[in-house]
């Protein structure tokens, strides 16, 4: 689990910090499971905002 929390397609998602990568990869679990979650979900982690929350969806949904 640790490497997939090192190397992450979350990464690349701007305005993504590597304490808000490990904070959504600890809430959601997997990439996968973020892919899933609704921006709404995404931004009642604290540190994220709705509009991040947005781009957030809308790179993981462009990633396939």
Known sequence: MKRRIAESVLDQCPGI???RK???LS???SV???KKAT???I???EGISQRLAEQIVK???ERG
Request: aromatic share 10%; glycine share 10%.
């Open 17 to 19: 910090t590597e304490k």
């Open 22 to 24: 490990l904070q959504l």
């Open 27 to 29: 809430r959601f679990g």
């Open 32 to 34: 996968q499971r973020l």
């Open 39 to 41: 921006p709404g979900q």
């Open 43 to 45: 931004s009642a982690l």
């Open 59 to 61: 790179f993981l949904a």
